[in-house]
């Protein structure tokens, strides 16, 4: 074999193994910018099935948190409203548990994750009759008290001769003092769609995930309390008008 061959080979052997080296670490160093990325936290790190690439992606569940805040907090800056107390997902599960769901259709991870998080960091928020249900701040056992809010739904829900099938896929998650319901849907069809039900059982879709219901609910809240302030308004114009008529009937 000539030297020119030899020379060849050499050369060849070597740029194969510069490029395994390259390849090594930029895949090191891909792994290590993912690792360091993750203990950010609201990532996390993983693997490409097909190219072995490591990426960074968002925690599912996790990427709407700072939208959930923003919603709730438009209802703590109303007077009327306070935050209950936080409940954990394992008192969830042991609520779950007790109310004898199925298992395979009923578990926190088939619940909206936006939900549980509201649960997890707030437990409730009520206030002007308006209640989304949880645990208050003067609660002294959560779970009991989880589980007496969806027993009483599940009886107004039989009053009004729903199916039992259709109950157990229910969950209540707010109410109107003397006015609608609603609940999250958790069958396999309108998973997570919010329903409301009116106080002679009827219902119909009112949201498609937990954060547009607080978007409307809110709303509702409003439009009550601008009724309120213009009703107010229209008393207190009333009581102008029948003073000013009172006074005039003895100015002469």
């Known amino acids: 074999m000539n030297s020119k061959k030899i020379h060849f080979i050499l050369n060849s052997n070597n740029l194969c193994a510069l490029l395994f080296m390259c390849i090594a670490h930029l895949g090191c160093s891909s792994s290590y910018r993912c690792q360091m990325d993750e203990e950010e936290g609201d990532v996390e790190c993983v693997q490409s099935t097909f190219s072995g690439k490591w990426v960074v992606r968002p925690i599912a569940g996790e990427g709407d948190s700072i939208h959930l805040d923003e919603r709730v907090k438009r209802f703590l800056e109303k007077e009327d409203f306070e ?109 997570n769609y919010v329903y409301s039900m009116s106080p002679d059982g ?27 302030s213009y009703e107010e308004d229209l008393y207190e114009q009333g009581e102008d008008v029948e003073s000013q008529e009172f006074h005039g009937m003895y100015e002469n």
């Open 202 to 228: 009827k219902s119909k879709l009112f949201a498609k995930d937990f954060l547009e219901f607080l978007d409307k609910f809110f709303e509702a809240y409003s439009r009550k309390d601008e009724e309120k």
């Open 83 to 191: 935050a209950g107390l936080p409940i954990t997902n394992i008192e969830i599960a042991s609520v779950i548990k007790d109310l004898d769901r199925s298992a395979d259709m009923f578990t926190i991870d088939s619940i909206d994750k936006e939900y549980i998080s509201f649960l997890n960091k707030y437990g409730s928020i009520d206030g002007g009759g308006f209640d989304v249900c949880g645990p208050d701040a003067y609660t002294n056992d959560k779970v009991k008290c989880m589980l007496s809010i969806q027993r009483g739904f599940e009886n107004r829900c039989k009053m009004h001769q729903m199916k039992s099938s259709q109950v157990k896929s229910c969950w209540l998650i707010a109410g109107i003092d003397q006015g609608d319901e609603y609940y999250i849907n958790l069958s396999r069809s309108n998973k």
